[in-house]
T-cell receptor
Framework: KNEVEQSPQNLTAQEGEFITINCSYS?????LHWLQQHPGGGIVSLFM???GKKKHGRLIATINIQEKHSSLHITASHPRDSAVYIC????????????FGKGTLLTVNP | DTGVSQDPRHKITKRGQNVTFRCDPI?????LYWYRQTLGQGPEFLTY????????KSRLLSDRFSAERPKGSFSTLEIQRTEQGDSAMYLC????????????????FGPGTRLTVL
């Protein structure tokens, strides 16, 4: 069992919908990243958080350390948000190595 | 462009050949990471450098794989005697750690090198 699990694996939405992608982890972590990967491979770091909530434009990331759970929300989704969203954690005891979830493929239709 | 760059972007090779990939990190970044991503999966950690020192290698990195960062700047990843199972996207990332042991430095990823072994 992967130490970092994401759900759903695939998500299709209509433009304008509110999107939620979930990430859960089974061990203690130091920090958690949300990453975006477009077709072709390039990965962009969206957020890094170790507690609470962060917001950037239409993107919001939250983390609950006690429940070992994080969510990525996209408000007013747009077709250009279509991408793979990956959750990656720095497990406690490893001060640099990212352990990745399998990713969530988001498709936003116009 | 001052981001992380990787070369080549695509490589097609025949089984048994050797290949070498290059990663140029963001110039002041002291940490450099290599990851491998197969189709439909999240990336997996391969190895990590702090300056020129290779501090950790994953068990995924068999003895056919070698990575170097000779001057603490660019890095190369070489795969000898390639196998079809080596086909994947090879991602490089870099970060700047202000103090040793910090876990909160953001990693910046390159575009990746897609390897296809025929």
């Amino acid at each position: 069992k992967n130490e970092v699990e994401q759900s759903p694996q695939n998500l299709t939405a209509q433009e304008g919908e509110f999107i939620t992608i979930n990430c859960s982890y089974s061990v203690g972590i130091s920090a958690l990243h949300w990453l975006q990967q477009h077709p072709g491979g390039g990965i962009v770091s969206l957020f890094m958080l170790s507690s609470g909530k962060k917001k950037h434009g239409r993107l919001i990331a939250t983390i609950n350390i006690q429940e070992k759970h994080s969510s990525l929300h996209i408000t007013a989704s747009h077709p250009r948000d279509s991408a793979v969203y990956i959750c990656a954690a720095i497990l406690r005891g490893s001060n640099y190595k990212l352990t990745f979830g399998k990713g969530t493929l988001l498709t936003v239709n116009p | 462009d001052t981001g992380v760059s990787q070369d080549p972007r695509h490589k097609i090779t025949k089984r048994g050949q050797n290949v070498t990939f290059r990663c140029d990190p963001i110039s002041e970044h002291n940490r450099l990471y290599w990851y491998r991503q197969t189709l439909g999966q999240g990336p997996e950690f391969l190895t990590y450098f702090q300056n020129e020192a290779q501090l950790e290698k994953s068990r995924l990195l068999s003895d056919r794989f070698s990575a170097e960062r000779p001057k603490g700047s660019f890095s190369t990843l070489e795969i000898q005697r390639t196998e079809q199972g080596d086909s994947a996207m090879y991602l490089c990332a870099s970060s700047l750690a202000w103090t040793s042991g910090t876990s909160t430095d953001t990693q910046y990823f390159g575009p990746g090198t897609r390897l296809t072994v025929l």
